[in-house]
């Protein structure tokens, strides 16, 4: 993944991808419509999000070399960003981002450090679905602000000028048996690492998550109901011991309110040390958990393909 | 990490240590008494735990070059697993470790895929934590099946025949601002992905975590109260946009209660698909979240450890 | 590195710049044009190769995000290579991809298995050398078709219609004393590694190379001169124990005879499994090694700024 | 591979091996002899090099878990060392480790940058071996001195009480068509990459090597004489384009003469920057290629062991 918000262009490059795989600019639509979220609670800001696929694709199919996906910026609306050069916003990356890269940051909108970066990670996501099918991947918003009447929950935020977090849940079903390893490389990390990738995420719970914490061994032990490993419950969402266990795979991801919100806020002057209020401008997302839903069934597509395509079904024996 | 639970030996070689650093084998003596967990609530198994180095260290100094850390098992009991072998224990990795490995793998008290092998993540924990000197990595057992007081908690489980769960708090002090990227290596993706390589964990959160997901943004944003970016909160957890931010490092962990519990379950036997009781034999931990704190301490040093050694403290600049 | 022969685009991704270099398009123009490797005895295809910088620069200065840089294809004649789809070129990667592919790869010009595809390297090169600075790599084309009259050996080859091959020298100066590791990551382990991703490369040798095998060690051993390192001469070509000693890094390349030849040739039809003969249409290089030392300059300064990113000036002492 | 050449052990750490592939402790006793190159022109250090496997072996079969093989250094004599702790031997890595570890490094008989460390590479070429059945690697010393009677070139040696270098060929047959990657993961990148962590050699050459550069297209292309790829003759050395191509494998690598020689040399000491006259006590080879077929044969499994476990055989059509 590269690019910034307000820069000449975003996407990403794929190494790796098989191929052979039907690939065209149209299948991309469903998923980058989904990614925008709607337009009540997210940012005013209207990009067409449109891909172009300039390498790595033949014909219409993948050739097995590294694919290029790039889009353009359009509504860019840098200047907003100068007010707050000098005046970190709170809860936002900005000051370590300052800090890190020397100064030398592009801090229009969070430059790199934005979620508008997760466009290609959705592409991605397109072509990794295709990889893994028919294993599918069905990710949705639980709750808002606590609420699972959505719709309300953010109606009620715009009114209030504040934003509001969410919870979203995510279930992968047919996933074969035997993926991921006991230590460092369990399925868990793997998918860990990369939900934590997108911004504003601040958790993770696989299965019973931190309900499992209050639970005894045989309320949470899921009972085996055949050979092939079925269980009457899935407290375990999926995975023993690291490794995939044929169930449906199952977490929940928590998701932060968004930082610039609607109402001035108290900051520091990097340059002087002094308080300073501080009116976000720029066009923000009320309730950026509208958008994750799809960037997390991209971010699992992209593990699971990785795993599936290290699966060795039969163990080998050479004597 | 290698070994197996019933195996000859069990350790850990670590490799990118930097050279100079005093070590000898009683420098481990602390952490590895931690990992016991106290005698309450663990298993009787009894093992003397020596660590013995065995490359990389001459004249009580790092040299630079690979450590081995070694260890022997000498309470092994493992005829307790013959009648285990063919009815995977409910909630634990038996039956993935019996398909992923073709029937192969060393099933006695969980092979490889035992938490007797986070003795090797501890032990590379005590040479990280003198990597990172000053930064100060502290973690404690907060509830255990919900309670505060631990103790009674653990004393009602074992009158119950049952195990239970709890909940891990860790944090860290003194860490360099911007450790970290912004995407796919984001210290939440490094310390999750090996958080989750620690067996029985299901959940991680940072700063304010799930609760964030109920806040709105004016109550979730840390304010900043000086130049330096110490802020007034830390719902942050100490990372903004993948990166630290100076302030303390916050996670809480989610420990599920133990599979192997001393009451009779149901399971299926794999030869012939029908349902089965099983009585767990072997010695087992009633509430192993007691001995998780020493291992997340040292998971987290050893992602730091790695950090800081490509920190840059200041950007290059060339013309 | 993306991108094909005859496809839209090609370029390069850049991950873990540094922020602060200063970068603008016109940096890349000598190098650039090294690398078309003058016009006797290289293809007549004639490509602008412009760079446009499309991420992770900001007002001139690299920010520390991943780097873009794309260059479009506009003399492609992709029609030439319709003729050879099922009749391999000998000498060439046209079948090996065929199969590997399952003949979804795009064939014209080898696709993204084409020398034309070393024009993102050596951008990459460009800035390499930048972040190495003082360090200083300089190559040169030693001998052509075993000449050192070059100019004599392309005139000739010309002539007979045949291509030729030859060997590059590289030299750096200026190294850092103690960069690679003894084993699996030595000096020379990561340059060949980048070195053998060079289209045509056949053989790689450091210091006195395949002289040393006749040599004894009384004449090969580098004889010290000072406390420093320095020695009176430089057989070990300044690498020891896979460890750059402080003296001039020094390898030779051998450049394979570019398989496209004006002249037939006999093949196979892979539909057929006939004898057919082959006229190779398209534009070719009769001399490829007279474009390879720029790429081989970029190759090392890439290595380079790896090592260099990471080196520990002062060994640590923590007691 | 860790250890050190006169510290308490020495071996190897295996991690990704399939499971169930038979291995005892027997099945290395061949290769291990073969890597002490007999008795003339090698060390009179005497060491009965007896693996012990430690773990990932359950009854005789691997279990898929990581796999240490252990072995421990009997006839060491680490005082012959400190005479020379300031004086560097002229061509060794002593200055180099001495540098980079600050002062920390075992520099008893090179430490761990000894060539004593192969006896890991060889332990896992064993197993790589059978990983890689049917493909066969084999691997000879060619000639030594420049001369192919080697037997006459070591008696001249020592009888000149010098050291001699020696080039090494190696071959490897029913390779798969398709292994590697175009760029970066070339199959002489990979190979090139894990030889040169081989000590004491100086150069590798893929097929016709450096001789290509003197030869003609018409020369060096080989002429296809079926449908599955096989050629008249091989200056490719079995790869096109980074890839396999089915026909067999072949390199030749060179060895330089051990820097430690059975007469006096000059060198400085380090502690008053004096020219110093070096004895260099200790037990050396004469010719130390005559141990590196077998541990050239080692390195080329290890890396078909990786390759082999990711090919995938058909390319995967997804629509």
Chains 1, 2, 3, 4 share one sequence.
Do not use: W
């Not at 000051?95 to 969070?110: Q, T």
């Not at 499992?212 to 045989?218: I, L, Q």
């Amino acid at each position: 993944m590269y690019g910034e918000s307000h820069g000449k262009s975003l996407g990403v490059l794929i190494d790796g991808c098989p191929s052979g795989i039907a690939l065209n600019e149209k299948d991309f639509a469903e998923d980058l419509e989904r990614r925008k979220g709607g337009k009540k609670g997210t940012t005013s800001r209207r990009e067409p999000d449109r891909p172009h696929i300039l390498s790595g694709v033949f014909r219409n199919r993948t050739t097995g070399s590294p694919i290029l996906i790039f889009f353009e910026n359009t509504d860019t609306k840098p200047r907003a960003y100068e007010a707050m050069k000098d005046a970190p916003r709170p809860g936002h990356a900005d000051f370590v981002a300052r800090v890190k890269y020397g100064g030398f940051h592009d801090y229009r909108g969070g430059g790199h450090l934005s979620g508008r970066v997760t466009l290609g990670l959705v592409a991605a996501g397109v072509l990794a679905k295709k990889i893994i099918h028919p294993v599918a991947v069905r990710s949705r918003l639980a709750e808002a602000a606590g609420e699972t009447d959505i719709d309300g929950a953010v109606s009620a935020a715009i009114k209030k000028k504040n934003s509001i977090g969410g919870v979203v849940e995510c279930e992968a079903e047919n996933i074969p048996l035997g993926l991921g390893e006991p230590f460092f490389d369990s399925v868990e990390s793997l998918l860990s690492h990369i939900i934590f990738a997108i911004p504003a995420v601040r958790a993770i719970e696989f299965g019973s998550g931190f309900q499992a914490a209050r639970m005894t061994g045989s309320e949470h032990n899921d009972v085996y109901i055949d050979k092939e490993g079925r269980t009457r419950t899935n407290h375990a969402g999926g995975i023993n011991g690291g490794i995939t266990n044929g169930n449906p795979l199952f977490f929940r991801v928590a998701v932060k309110p968004t930082p610039s919100i609607p109402q001035p806020q108290q900051t520091i002057d990097l340059r002087t040390g002094q308080k300073r209020r501080l009116s976000v401008s720029g066009r923000h997302d009320i309730c950026i958990a509208l958008r994750v839903p799809v960037i997390v069934e991209a971010a699992v597509a992209i593990v699971l393909a990785d795993l599936m395509a290290l699966v060795q079904k039969v163990p080998r024996v050479v004597t």
